[in-house]
């Protein structure tokens, strides 16, 4: 049986992200598999890494996320709220994020949720990332709401290439060894359009739920995004000269 963990970042559940978050249950459920749901805004997630989630903390100098996330690792100490969130994504063979692109980025919160829960120590480790990271085998996919219009949204577009936005995210959870899947995208998402054009959003958002069960049906068939290898870097870290580029993020000289 198939357990899928559905991540919504949304300040309102009654959004049409939170409509497609709950679409994507809906989904999984017809298909048998276990959900898990973690509506961050919801839940109050606390998004902010400080030291004040680390009372146990042996040294008192400056704050350093890495050290204090290892150590309250090793002493099984880690904040009650995050060790919640890692033991769904232990189980999870699949993990589904929705969210809307805010200022060229996911929200605030999702990085939040990257930040805390993603513990160094407990769930990557120098020895566990990329290739040998602990999460290989599982896949992840985004299915993301932007206000800008498809072609703004385009490599050529004014807004940015929306995949190039959404690539740091991708790599975040690429560094945990997941697969991750050509995300699903939704433009033109916002409150401003009136008469035809909200009838027309109104149905394109329609189909999109509609789609959604179709959609996680045919999602191990689903195209993956396409990361360097390991092997592809040499012992500095750089990628070798005879490998390809496979993002504008990680490319040859010049």
Known sequence: ???TLIVLAHPDPRSFNGAWA???????????DTVLFSDLVTMGFEAVERASHYPHRR???CFDTLKAQEEAADQN???SDVKLEIEKLRRADRVVFHFPVWWFAPPAILKGWFDRVLAHGELHSVEHRFDAG???GR???FCVTTGSDERESAFNGKEGDIQM?????AYTLRYLGFSVAVPEIVHGVHGYHQGAKQKFLEDRLASTLDAQDRLMAKFENRALLQFNADTDFDEKGTLKEDRPSLSHFIRKGP
């Open 22 to 32: 709950n679409a994507t249950r809906s989904a999984c459920e017809a298909l048998g």
């Open 134 to 136: 602990r999460f290989r």
């Open 165 to 169: 936005l959404l690539w740091p995210a």
């Open 77 to 79: 100490l880690l904040p």
């Open 59 to 61: 040294d008192d100098s």
């Open 1 to 3: 049986m198939t357990t």
């Open 139 to 141: 896949k992840a996919l």
